[in-house]
């Protein structure tokens, strides 16, 4: 007679925790909590990032077409990972112009309305913790909606890094103790170490090895977590930079913010809490300084650059910073696997780009656009002529991505059609 499995292993619920009193901690998907894994080329999870000032064109935009470009100003700390992304010009919704237009990024020729990410969540997302999550870097106080539901509700977004950490990872119930844990310096997983070490030594290899890399992993974000909360509540600290009179004060730390809120990403979709995830790069007064050098002026301003060249070249600093922020995310997905092997990256579609094509001048045509991951192959630079009468829409690039992702669907937006035969 065969031996059978444990039952707990394959039977149970597909979601995994340890416990230890009020704390909860989920573990990463392991072969030995799950039935044999199926081989699919489909990817599961869908990232979204877009920014509120749009990319400068002539920067993000490489010069040449098709394989060999030359990699472009904004995304050259991406040049190493030319293979894991493909760039896209001349694609829009065809929406109306202006500020009040930019949620078309996701919501197609009527801004406002039902928007991407969230029709993807809806068909996926119910297999998961949670069916999405919509995040804010550099909002400040002010609120925005990047992401619609079906009846055009805008969803507020979060902007505290620490915030997301506890929904993913902590219970209600025990805040005060989280937030204690995390300024010092402890881990969550010491409340569940006997627990983790007693499961680890159970696993076979491979799970074993997959456990000891999300501990790490875990114990990694707490750190940044921890600098986080230890500061803040700390007063605006004071500068000798001379600000112009029109651009007021802001504290600087949306990168910072940036790169907690990628880091949990990671976590989120290694942990399965969810699958669908959307990030505002907010823009709004504040002046960066990279290298010790303040900015000419602050992120908002800048956007308004009236092709100034000292302006465009800081404008271009800040983008570029989001963009190492993006290479250090795909560089992540790419270390870790999944149950069936296939890593994060390719079973995860990043879709990057913004509602504003120009935000200088207002215009939300030719909206810059990148896709990472989900197995697609990449390194081209795809440009299409809007003027052409037969020139697809960012909606049929979208259709494509859903699709992609096992949805069927053939229209999004005021597009119909697709862009699998240029992007496949």
């Avoid at 573990?27 to 030995?32: D, G, M, N, V």
């Avoid at 007021?248 to 995830?277: C, F, H, K």
């Amino acid at each position: 007679m065969k031996s059978k499995a444990p039952e707990s292993l394959y039977t149970h619920n597909r979601r995994h925790f340890l416990r230890a009193g009020a704390a909860t901690l989920a573990l990463p998907a392991l072969e030995a909590f799950s039935a044999p894994a199926t081989e699919t080329n489909s990817p599961r999870n869908f990232i979204s990032v877009g920014t509120w000032l749009g990319w400068h064109q002539n920067a993000f935009f490489p010069k040449e077409v098709g394989l060999n470009y030359e990699m472009s100003k904004t995304l050259m700390p991406l040049n190493e990972l030319r293979d894991t992304f493909t760039v896209f010009s001349g694609l829009d919704h065809r929406a109306p112009n202006g500020h009040g237009s930019w949620s078309n990024f996701l919501s197609g020729s009527s801004p406002g309305t039902y928007s991407l990410d969230q029709m993807i969540a809806d068909q996926i997302g119910e297999k998961t913790r949670f069916a999405s999550f919509e995040l804010t870097a550099g909002a400040g106080e002010v609120s925005k909606a990047m992401s619609y539901t079906r009846q055009g509700v805008g969803l507020p977004m979060i902007q505290r890094p620490s915030v997301l950490y506890k929904q993913l990872f902590i219970s209600k119930a025990d805040r005060k103790r989280t937030e204690y844990v995390l300024q010092s310096g402890k881990s969550a997983l010491d409340m569940v170490l006997e627990d983790a070490l007693r499961l680890q030594k159970s696993l076979p290899g491979r799970d074993s090895a997959k456990l000891d890399e999300y501990f790490e992993s875990f114990r990694a974000v707490e750190k940044r977590m921890g600098r986080q909360l230890d500061s803040i509540n700390d007063p605006v600290p004071e500068t000798n930079y001379k600000l112009p009179s029109y651009d007021p004060i802001t504290p600087n730390l949306q990168i910072e913010a940036e790169e907690i809120m990628y880091d949990l990403m990671v976590l989120a979709l290694e942990t399965g809490s969810t699958r669908v995830m959307s990030l505002f790069l907010h823009g709004l007064g504040q002046v960066f300084s990279f290298e010790g050098e303040a900015l000419s002026a602050g992120y908002h301003g800048l956007s308004h650059h009236g092709n100034d060249p000292v302006m465009i070249k800081d404008l271009v600093s800040i983008e570029t910073a989001h963009i190492h922020c993006l290479a250090r995310f795909i560089r992540q997905l790419q270390e870790k696997k999944n149950t069936a092997g296939k890593t994060l990256l390719d079973d995860t579609v990043i879709l990057l780009g913004t509602g504003m094509g120009d935000a200088s001048r207002h215009s939300n045509a030719n909206l810059p656009t990148l896709v990472a991951g989900g197995g697609f192959q990449h390194g081209s630079h795809i440009a299409t002529d809007p003027k052409q009468s037969d020139a697809p829409l960012l909606g049929d690039l979208y259709i494509t991505l859903m699709q992609r992702l096992g949805m069927e669907v053939d229209q999004f937006s005021n597009a119909s059609r697709n862009m699998n035969q240029s992007f496949s």
